[in-house]
């Protein structure tokens, strides 16, 4: 039991081969597991425990920002996708259908959500009457289930995954434009204060919107093979919905007038964006605000003196109880190396090794996953030190990311360059574009690289379209997505 199996550890290279890095990484640390359904995944209880706290953190945020939670049901009735036609058409290759119960078939067909609005509306139009009874803003963490893809990739693209929904109904456009900016700050906020994830925020284009949405706004980051990937989002839905499913009030002029309604999500993605940044040739590390174990005891034996490091080990972990989330490792049958690499693959932030010397001295041995840097403390220091250095990992995390981010983001000084860099270098690419569909699909399909968003910090658009050569209506960015 000693030796480690030689499957048990990463065998390729991040920075080789970054796509079985990462799916051996997430198998072979523990955080997921793959099911008996293709694209669905195990949340084992690390992966489980993240999210969690994830979830906590948005949902705080939200609660102060006047959100309130709710739940709606898993099935949705076919009538109601067909209310609104362009997201039923944006949705229906992705759509499970449930037909029957048992042998007998369903008099109509039962959508299992890939996203709720038309479950919901159908009751906001029945609850709203009157400018009073507005806003509405609603939110429920569920799953969702998307079926349109060949090829899943665990967070990234799976098909089964867990969200939040956000919904909301304004009585009017100012209002409902106005969440946009206090929802992203909240998603912003988590991705840099537990996640240590970086993002630029900005505008879709009218191609990558949402499906029945007036203007989409997302948060894209990079990972390490230069490919961007989308993070949360916020949708001004305008009055699209309210339409279709009749949710009308009176203003305060008395007069009737249609809802104005936004969405706005972040998913279990994130989890897949946070081990691809942050991961290494040895396994996972995880930022210490999200770790499901934040450190981890592992006492080590000199013959005969086992009962004695244990109970020392023991007076350490009560120490650290309730100051972190803290596991003592006293498992018989392995080794202190192993339990090393064990909980370096797993990712745990703070390794804390103590043996004769430490229980002599009255102190321990600290090792940070991200660093590896090892220092003595002082037992009476200890709860203080693991403190700071929580603090000093997650930040350090979250500039290492966002030098990386910073440092993919390229400039092209005509198309030509444009193509080599997609080519050579990956990342994005800030390009001025004239804002035509025409050369946002060409790019495309002679690249592969789509306009992730349109930052929304950014100067007035200078020179004229990398494709096409006419004036800039736009600064975009341009990158290969997954």
């Known amino acids: 039991m000693e030796k480690k199996d030689e499957n048990e550890y990463i065998t390729v290279k991040k920075g080789e081969n970054f796509s079985e890095w990462y799916s051996q990484v997430l198998l072979k640390s523990g955080f997921i597991d793959h099911s ?51 997201h039923l058409e944006g949705f229906s290759p992705e759509v499970a259908w449930v037909t029957h119960t048992g042998d007998s078939k369903l008099e109509e067909r039962l959508a299992i959500r890939p996203t709720s609005e038309t479950i919901m509306y159908v009751s906001f139009a029945k609850w709203i009457r009157s400018w009073r009874d507005l806003p509405i803003r609603y939110n429920q963490w569920n799953n969702v289930l998307r079926w349109e893809f060949k090829h899943p990739v665990p967070f990234i693209r799976s098909r089964e995954f867990l969200w939040n929904e956000g919904h909301s109904v304004f009585a009017t ?27 630029i925020v900005g505008k879709k284009t009218d191609k990558e919107k949402f499906a029945g949405a007036v203007e ?28 279709a ?14 809802g104005w309604q936004t969405t706005y999500a972040i998913s279990t993605r994130e989890l897949g964006t946070m081990v691809a940044t942050h991961g290494d040739d040895k396994g996972l590390v995880i930022p210490p605000k999200v770790a499901y174990i934040q450190a981890v005891i592992v006492p080590i034996y000199k013959k005969g003196n086992e009962a004695a490091v244990n109970d020392y080990a023991r007076e350490v972990y009560k120490s650290l109880k309730g100051h972190c989330r803290i596991k003592l490792d006293d498992r018989e049958g392995y080794t202190p190396g192993y339990k090393f690499n064990d909980w370096e693959m797993k990712g745990i932030p703070i390794r804390i090794e103590i043996g004769a010397r430490e229980m002599e001295s009255k102190s321990v041995v600290v090792v940070r996953r991200d660093t590896g840097q090892k220092k003595e403390v002082k037992m009476e220091h200890l709860v203080k030190s693991i403190g700071s250095e929580f603090e000093e990992m997650q930040e350090s995390m979250y500039r290492k990311a966002e030098g990386f981010l910073k440092s993919h983001i390229h400039e092209a000084k005509d198309y030509d360059d444009f193509k080599n860099i997609i080519k050579e270098k990956g990342g994005i690419i800030h390009a001025p574009w004239c804002g035509s569909r025409e050369c946002e699909d060409k790019v495309k399909e002679e690249t592969s690289a789509k306009i992730t968003n349109i930052p929304i910090k950014q100067g007035k658009p200078s020179g004229k379209c990398i494709y096409c050569g006419k004036k800039a209506e736009f600064m975009a960015n341009f990158a290969r997505s997954y």
């Open 36 to 86: 008996e359904v293709s694209g669905c995944l195990v949340f084992r209880p690390s992966a489980y425990g993240t999210w969690q706290i994830v979830m906590d953190a948005v949902d705080k945020e939200f609660k102060e920002d006047g959100v309130e939670d709710t739940y709606f049901p898993l099935l949705i009735p076919e009538r109601f996708l067909r209310k609104e036609q362009e």
């Open 173 to 199: 456009k100012e209002e409902a434009i106005k969440e946009r900016d206090s929802i992203l700050n909240i998603y912003e906020k988590v991705l840099r204060e537990y996640l240590a994830l970086p993002g």
């Open 216 to 243: 989409t706004y997302s948060i894209e980051h990079i990972m390490p093979d230069g490919w961007a990937i989308q993070g949360p989002d916020h949708h001004f839905d305008g009055q699209n919905f309210s339409k």
């Open 245 to 258: 499913f009749g949710i009308k009030f009176l203003d305060k002029s008395g007069n009737s007038d249609y």
